[in-house]
């Protein structure tokens, strides 16, 4: 998959993009070889874009502006503490297609937000395996009671024993696997 | 920033005014007034459309940082060039754009629906679009042509809107990028030379030409699609001065034959109208025309 990056931020996400095994086109890392010289847009030849808008330049106006236009998978990044309000009020606007959108992220989050994006366009794409979205769950005391003995003679832990429960649910149940 | 798109034609559809405004609507680089100057198809844009275009952006030339002109991609070239050369020291851009697609190019019956050329004509407009007025915010205070991806002077435009003979005036890699071919902006005011005279004969040097009734223009345009020598034979005119592009050789040249610095027939065209109305003699013409021959350094 091609990602076209426009970042100015501080924020390294090409180093994450690296981790989702895509081929990155930006200012820093260049265009392949085959666009140099040949007067299309490179837009025109990458499968999503991603922005993060909370530093604008001219190239990132520029950028938006043909993605909106070409409707584009585009995925406009900010983080949670600068949020850039005239961008997102012109984003929000009704002629804006729904192929951009917006989102905040934290550093804690970015990763999930980047793979969520990426995976909605190309399924191959793997989902962050790493369990960091909380979840309250509130059990009879017999479920408690089965759990906390199950959880014992096999030997892992409760939380452990829940997510490998709902993945293996996850990977035989045919209708969500049509989705995917 | 703020910018004016002006409108002369290229568009299908009545309502262009909402439909560039809903265009304009997702620019974030800068405020885009529009004005409907004409409506007229690429193949009928006359000579003088460019006068009045020229007017039209002195005149309100302090209100903005920059102009972009629609106009149909038929004759575009034309236009762009003799309104480079009827301003003078230009200080802002003046960028003409478009839809990439000519009035007539779907017109094969059975193979696109009017929607699909509609969708087309439509997708290519609002990319240029997107392009020009990026382009008429930037450093620049040329008068360019952008169509698609390229992004040229008017004065250095070649066929499929390449450059002769220098750079691009700016390309689109990450955005748009100006390169060293552009002249930056100036706040000095720029001067009108309004109006041109179209009078002017314009043949290529082509084996057995003939000009037909030599001496009754105001000057003869002559280009050379290679190297070579007048024929021996020719029909000389005796008072009009002939300029002559592409190359000579070492040919002695009669004393009203003029040859000129490399450059484009339409720009030398363009050049030698605007020249033929505001230098009445000979003498000013040569040096008019022999002299900053693209405009590009300064006032012309």
């Known amino acids: 998959m091609n990602i076209y990056l426009v970042n100015n931020a501080p924020t390294n996400i090409v180093s994450l993009l690296q981790h989702k095994n895509v081929n990155i086109w930006s200012r820093t890392t260049g265009l392949p070889s085959v666009i140099t010289g040949f007067s299309w847009n490179a837009l025109e030849r990458v499968d999503a874009i991603i922005l993060e808008i909370s530093y604008p330049s001219d190239e990132l106006h520029y950028i938006l502006a043909q993605a909106i236009v070409l409707q584009r998978p585009t995925l406009c990044l900010y983080p949670k503490n600068r949020e850039p309000r005239e961008m997102l009020l012109h984003l929000q606007k009704p002629s804006v297609p729904k192929s951009v959108v917006a989102r905040s992220y934290t550093t804690t989050t970015i990763s999930e937000v980047i793979g969520k994006f990426l995976h909605s366009i190309d399924h191959t794409v793997q989902l962050d395996q790493t369990p960091n979205i909380k979840f309250t769950l509130r059990l009879t005391p017999a479920i408690s009671h089965y759990l906390t003995w199950l959880t014992e003679f096999k030997n892992v832990n409760k939380a452990d024993y829940l997510r490998q429960l709902l993945k293996d649910t996850a990977e035989k149940d045919n209708d969500y696997q049509k989705l995917m | 920033m703020r910018v004016l798109a002006i409108y002369t034609g290229g568009l299908p559809g009545k309502n262009i005014v909402e439909q560039l405004q809903h265009y304009f609507e997702l620019q974030l680089v800068a405020t885009v007034d529009i004005h409907l100057f004409s409506s007229i198809t690429g193949g009928d844009v006359p000579y003088s459309l460019s006068s009045d275009l020229t007017q039209y952006i002195y005149d309100h030339y302090n209100d903005y940082d920059g102009f972009v002109v629609i106009h149909s991609i038929d004759n575009v070239i034309y236009s762009a060039n003799l309104t480079a050369f009827q301003f003078s020291n230009l200080g802002k ?63 250095r435009a070649w066929e499929n809107f390449t450059t002769y003979n220098e750079l691009d005036l700016a390309s689109i890699r990450f955005g748009i990028e100006v390169t060293t071919a552009a002249r930056p902006r100036n706040d000095q005011p720029p001067i009108l030379r309004l109006g041109f005279d179209t009078n002017v004969y ?48 070492h040919q002695k040249l009669p004393n009203n034959v003029f040859a000129l610095p490399p450059v484009t027939p339409v720009t030398a065209l363009s050049k030698l109208m605007v020249g033929c109305k505001h230098f009445p003699t000979t003498p000013e013409l040569v040096d008019y025309m022999q002299h900053n021959i693209n405009g590009e350094g300064g006032i012309v």
């Open chain 2, 93 to 155: 851009p003046i960028v003409f754009t478009g839809a990439t697609l000519s009035e007539d190019f779907f017109s094969f019956p059975g193979h696109f629906s009017n929607t699909e050329q509609s969708m087309y004509r439509e997708m290519s407009l609002r990319t240029s679009l997107v392009t020009a007025v990026q382009l008429a915010t930037q450093n620049t205070s040329d008068v360019s042509i952008t169509y698609g991806s390229r992004i040229v002077k008017a004065v």
């Open chain 2, 202 to 249: 314009m043949v290529p040097r082509q084996p057995e030409v003939i000009i037909p009734t030599p001496n009754t223009y105001r000057a003869i345009l002559m280009y050379a699609h290679q190297d070579r020598a007048l024929p021996s034979q020719f029909n000389m005119p005796t008072d009009t001065p002939v300029f002559l592009l592409g190359g000579l050789g």
